[in-house]
């Protein structure tokens, strides 16, 4: 099993930042591509930000592409996602997620329980 621990939501306003970060444990960490997902109020899990096992390949959403950075550490295995511009559409449950080895698409293999960010209008 891998257990991923999210950190850093809370509460910000509208055009502030926040800075999530996610402690990996449990499996092999600088193999696998990582990816942030999220959940709004009402609505279904969705994709955030993917970076491959290097840190070379990123992909993100396009409602957050130029608002939010990926990145990686591997040497203390984590991965940080950097939000700024925050607007309230970005409120959500943000879900930390591990892929296979070497894989950065489909679907994940293991989830963080998650962790909330707010942002008041």
């Known amino acids: 099993q891998m257990q991923l621990v999210e950190s850093g939501g809370g509460l910000v306003q509208a055009g502030g930042s926040l800075r999530l970060s996610c402690a990996a444990s449990?499996?092999?960490?600088?193999?696998?591509?990582m990816g942030w997902f999220r959940q709004p109020p009402g609505k279904e899990r969705e994709f955030v930000a993917t970076i491959n096992w290097s840190g070379a390949l990123t992909r993100y959403a396009d409602s957050v592409k130029g608002r939010f950075t990926i990145a990686r550490e591997n040497t203390e295995n984590t991965v940080s996602l950097q939000m700024n511009s925050l607007k309230p559409e970005d409120a959500a449950i943000y879900y930390c997620?591990?892929?296979?080895?070497?894989?950065?698409?489909?679907?994940?293999?293991?989830w963080g329980l998650g962790i909330q960010v707010t942002v008041s209008s």
């Open positions: 997620a591990a892929y296979g080895q070497y894989q950065v698409t489909g679907e994940p293999a293991y």
């Open positions: 449990g499996r092999i960490f600088s193999s696998r591509g």
